[in-house]
């Protein structure tokens, strides 16, 4: 067996970045037909989806940002104003949100992570579902990630 030395470097690099990356999806596209097929589609790109209330001076009362890959939907973020929350506008902009997933980017699930104090019992009620559980992440707080369909 041949030994070899390998220079080991902990730097943020955005070329090497962008070369793994690109590495990597040559790779996971020659292990996937799903992914092949999936090569030079629309929903290969992920799309930007951001959803927003404003109150009546323009300002915002709450959002989210997530974006749209492979007929999924991935929120990233949902957030509403302290004094607004219970009454229902967060499930106004989630609903919004899907829906535009659903109907213009023909998506059909939906995807989030949340943490315990923040809002699983929120999105149970939005119809999601619990597909994962992360104990300690970060320690002393447990994640969770959920899933819908949507349609």
């Known amino acids: 067996m041949v030994s070899r030395m390998f220079r080991i470097e902990t730097e943020v690099d955005k070329?090497?970045?962008?070369l793994l990356r690109s590495r990597l999806r040559?790779?996971?596209?020659?292990a996937s037909p799903v992914l092949r097929a999936l090569r030079g589609t629309p929903g290969e790109r992920e799309v930007p989806l951001q959803v927003w209330a404003l109150d009546e001076a323009g300002e915002m009362a709450g959002g989210l940002v997530g974006?749209?890959?492979?007929?999924?939907?991935?929120?990233?973020?949902?957030?509403?104003?302290?004094p607004r929350r219970g009454a229902g506008l967060g499930a106004r902009i989630l609903?919004?949100?899907?829906?535009?997933?659903?109907?213009?980017?023909d998506c059909v699930g939906s995807r989030l992570e949340t943490w315990g104090f923040q809002a699983p019992g929120?999105?149970?009620k939005q119809g999601y579902e619990v597909v994962?559980?992360?104990p300690d992440y970060p320690p002393g707080i447990t994640e969770y990630t959920l899933t819908k369909r949507l349609g």
């Open 15 to 18: 070329q090497r970045t962008q």
């Open 26 to 30: 040559d790779t996971n596209t020659a």
């Open 67 to 82: 974006h749209t890959w492979a007929a999924w939907l991935h929120v990233s973020y949902l957030w509403v104003d302290e």
């Open 95 to 105: 609903s919004e949100t899907e829906r535009i997933a659903h109907e213009e980017r």
């Open 122 to 124: 929120f999105y149970r």
């Open 132 to 134: 994962c559980v992360i």
